[in-house]
């Protein structure tokens, strides 16, 4: 295994999910461990290399934290990052320089020499025969002088000292970032020392983590009871399927059905968890409730706060029947904590991420359990199919919390929800079974994010011999990696006269279909 200890870098969870990517077990703890805890973490004898993380602080602020001393006495090897990296040095005896002009972003960087982590790794090579990394760089202070028995291992004209090596120790410090995928050569940086260097055997796969994963929610837990506020989303999904193999009938999950949700959404979620995974799911038909708070509200931000407030009511009510549980679950992933938390992740500071339900825990007084806190997006999804949760399921476009409600404009109706629902399940269908022949994936696949959104304005069309005067549904389908930013979708005119004509003929009350070709920014990708 490998040892990451955190000093509150934003990225520190990046190097555990590149650890990870070589098929290697390791552990993510905070900074300021104790040597005792440190000796007995190592005694089993797995520990085979040790991580220092960067630090939130050396960008802003001085920062005192060190690494437990121990760690440069086990004979493993350890690779400092950034501030890990200037630890290092300060600890093993060498000198480091706040107050320089800040280097952020891009640098090139030139290796040095031959250092068993940088040997034959660059993505250029100079005319003067030097091996240089593109990679990212984010620090303030330096390191000055190397530490007795280290040689220089990198370098940028603004920041001599951009590595150090001390082959006979194999201790190794990098000024730049590896982990960031902005490192062209992070990820071969990082297999080296890992593979290479710790000899770590790559033998680790998501069924590891499940068991681990499981064990850890069975101590945290005990015989208390959990719930949890299952959406129908990968996220909770994924988190409940977890849960319920760790400790069975122990949760309980509840499933607020607002009246705005996919068409079917509700028995699929049902049939899924309750009758196929045997989870406690207890199903609340709210739609009534929600739809009479939302009569005559059309600002959007009106809608949401309704919405959000009327399911945090819902949901307590719900939670107060279950008078044993003491925890509440939730699906946070490791971008949510960042979002929410900004720095200092997991270290020292606990952060509570109100992300998914905002302000249940301490109203509820509930202890939260968030087993998939350390997770990537794509984590959660192959943990989902290692599972046992349908393809299908692990592998949806996200949908809002508010759901129909912010794609239905203005006011909500329940007329317009029918309507919308059933135009959003012929596109979602089409995407599903039109196939691009040049990657041999679906549509919906080849897309990020796509729906209809209903809009209340009535145009004239004519069907038969008869003059139509109905409602306009327009089409979003974007591709995105991050959510922040989207393209639209170039999808096959042919796929969207499909679309078109079928809602058109099959969902009456809807009688022109139109296309968004706006992306984000400037428009966001809900039109609400
Ligand atoms: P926008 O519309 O801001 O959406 O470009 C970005 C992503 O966030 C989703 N979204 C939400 N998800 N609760 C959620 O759980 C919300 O209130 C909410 N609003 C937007 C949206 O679907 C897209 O994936």
Same mark, same amino acid.
């Given at each position: 295994?490998?040892?990451?200890?955190?000093?509150?870098?934003?990225?520190?969870?990046?190097?555990?999910?590149?650890?990870?990517?070589?098929?290697?077990?390791?552990?993510?703890?905070?900074?300021?461990?104790?040597?005792?805890?440190?000796?007995?973490?190592?005694?089993?004898?797995?520990?085979?290399?040790?991580?220092?993380?960067?630090?939130?602080?050396?960008?802003?602020?001085?920062?005192?934290?060190?690494?437990?001393?121990?760690?440069?006495?086990?004979?493993?090897?350890?690779?400092?990052?950034?501030?890990?990296?200037?630890?290092?040095?300060?600890?093993?005896?060498? #000198? &480091? %320089?706040?107050?320089?002009?800040?280097?952020?972003?891009?640098?090139?960087?030139?290796?040095?020499?031959?250092?068993?982590?940088? #040997?034959?790794?660059?993505?250029?090579?100079?005319?003067?025969?030097?091996?240089?990394?593109?990679?990212?760089?984010?620090?303030?202070?330096?390191?000055?002088?190397?530490? *007795?028995?280290?040689?220089? !291992?990198?370098?940028?004209?603004?920041?001599?000292?951009?590595?150090?090596?001390?082959?006979?120790?194999?201790?190794?410090?990098?000024?730049?970032?590896?982990?960031?995928?902005?490192?062209?050569?992070?990820?071969?940086?990082?297999?080296?020392?890992?593979?290479?260097?710790?000899?770590?055997?790559?033998?680790?796969?998501?069924?590891?983590?499940?068991?681990?994963?499981?064990?850890?929610?069975?101590?945290?837990?005990?015989? %208390?009871?959990?719930?949890?506020?299952?959406?129908?989303?990968?996220?909770?999904?994924?988190?409940?399927?977890?849960?319920?193999?760790?400790?069975?009938?122990?949760?309980?999950?509840?499933?607020?059905?607002?009246?705005?949700?996919?068409?079917?959404?509700?028995?699929?979620?049902?049939?899924?968890?309750?009758?196929?995974?045997?989870?406690? &799911?207890?199903?609340?038909?709210?739609?009534?409730?929600?739809?009479?708070?939302? #009569?005559?509200?059309?600002?959007?931000?009106?809608?949401?706060?309704?919405?959000?407030?009327?399911?945090?009511?819902?949901?307590?009510?719900?939670?107060?029947?279950?008078?044993?549980?003491?925890?509440?679950?939730?699906?946070?992933?490791?971008?949510?904590?960042?979002?929410?938390?900004?720095?200092?992740?997991?270290?020292?500071?606990?952060?509570?991420?109100?992300?998914? &339900?905002?302000?249940? *825990?301490?109203?509820?007084?509930?202890?939260?359990?968030?087993?998939?806190?350390?997770?990537?997006?794509?984590?959660?999804?192959?943990?989902?199919?290692?599972?046992?949760?349908?393809?299908?399921?692990?592998?949806?476009? *996200?949908?809002?919390?508010?759901?129909?409600? &912010?794609?239905?404009?203005?006011?909500? #109706?329940?007329?317009?929800?029918?309507?919308?629902?059933?135009?959003?399940?012929?596109?979602?269908?089409?995407?599903?079974?039109?196939?691009?022949?040049?990657?041999?994936?679906?549509?919906?696949?080849?897309?990020?994010?796509?729906?209809?959104?209903?809009?209340?304005?009535?145009?004239?069309?004519? !069907?038969?011999?008869?003059?139509?005067?109905?409602?306009?549904?327009?089409?979003?389908?974007?591709?995105?990696?991050?959510?922040?930013?989207?393209?639209?979708?170039?999808?096959?005119?042919?796929?969207?006269?499909?679309?078109?004509?079928?809602?058109?003929?099959?969902?009456?009350?809807?009688?022109?279909?139109?296309?968004?070709?706006?992306?984000?920014?400037?428009?966001?990708?809900?039109?609400?």
């Amino acid at each position: 295994k490998i040892l990451i200890l955190d000093f509150g870098s934003q990225v520190t969870q990046l190097i555990a999910r590149r650890v990870r990517e070589a098929h290697v077990y390791c552990e993510v703890h905070p900074c300021d461990v104790t040597d005792d805890w440190v000796r007995d973490y190592a005694r089993d004898g797995h520990l085979k290399g040790v991580i220092l993380s960067g630090s939130h602080a050396s960008v802003y602020e001085e920062s005192t934290d060190r690494a437990p001393q121990v760690v440069f006495e086990l004979g493993v090897p350890v690779l400092g990052i950034c501030y890990g990296m200037q630890t290092m040095a300060t600890q093993l005896g060498g #000198k &480091v %320089e706040g107050g320089h002009k800040r280097e952020f972003g891009y640098a090139e960087v030139r290796a040095h020499g031959h250092t068993a982590l940088l #040997k034959d790794i660059a993505d250029f090579t100079t005319p003067e025969g030097h091996g240089m990394l593109k990679v990212w760089m984010s620090h303030g202070d330096k390191v000055t002088e190397l530490p *007795p028995g280290f040689k220089l !291992m990198a370098s940028t004209p603004s920041c001599p000292i951009a590595g150090m090596a001390d082959e006979a120790r194999r201790f190794y410090g990098v000024q730049f970032h590896p982990e960031v995928t902005h490192t062209v050569k992070g990820r071969d940086i990082l297999n080296r020392f890992v593979l290479q260097i710790c000899g770590a055997k790559p033998d680790w796969v998501m069924g590891d983590y499940i068991s681990e994963a499981v064990q850890k929610i069975r101590e945290q837990v005990g015989d %208390e009871e959990v719930i949890l506020g299952l959406s129908g989303g990968v996220d909770s999904s994924v988190a409940a399927a977890l849960i319920h193999r760790a400790i069975g009938d122990q949760l309980t999950c509840v499933f607020v059905d607002h009246g705005l949700l996919r068409l079917n959404e509700g028995q699929m979620v049902m049939d899924m968890f309750a009758r196929n995974l045997g989870v406690k &799911v207890v199903h609340v038909d709210a739609s009534e409730q929600f739809t009479g708070h939302l #009569k005559g509200v059309a600002d959007p931000e009106a809608k949401r706060k309704i919405i959000g407030r009327e399911f945090v009511e819902v949901f307590q009510a719900e939670a107060r029947k279950l008078t044993r549980a003491k925890w509440l679950a939730q699906g946070t992933i490791y971008p949510d904590v960042i979002e929410s938390a900004g720095a200092k992740t997991g270290k020292a500071t606990t952060i509570k991420s109100h992300h998914n &339900v905002g302000g249940l *825990p301490e109203t509820l007084g509930l202890k939260l359990l968030e087993p998939l806190r350390e997770l990537f997006k794509d984590e959660v999804r192959e943990l989902g199919v290692a599972l046992g949760l349908p393809h299908e399921m692990v592998y949806r476009h *996200p949908f809002p919390g508010p759901g129909l409600g &912010v794609r239905i404009l203005g006011e909500v #109706k329940r007329e317009y929800a029918d309507l919308l629902r059933r135009a959003d399940a012929i596109f979602i269908e089409e995407l599903r079974n039109t196939v691009d022949p040049a990657t041999g994936k679906s549509w919906y696949d080849l897309t990020s994010q796509a729906f209809a959104v209903f809009l209340p304005v009535k145009s004239v069309g004519v !069907m038969g011999d008869g003059r139509t005067y109905d409602y306009v549904v327009a089409l979003r389908a974007v591709q995105t990696s991050d959510f922040m930013t989207a393209d639209w979708a170039e999808l096959p005119y042919s796929l969207l006269k499909k679309v078109s004509s079928r809602i058109i003929n099959e969902v009456r009350g809807i009688n022109r279909v139109t296309y968004d070709v706006s992306s984000k920014p400037p428009a966001t990708i809900e039109w609400e």
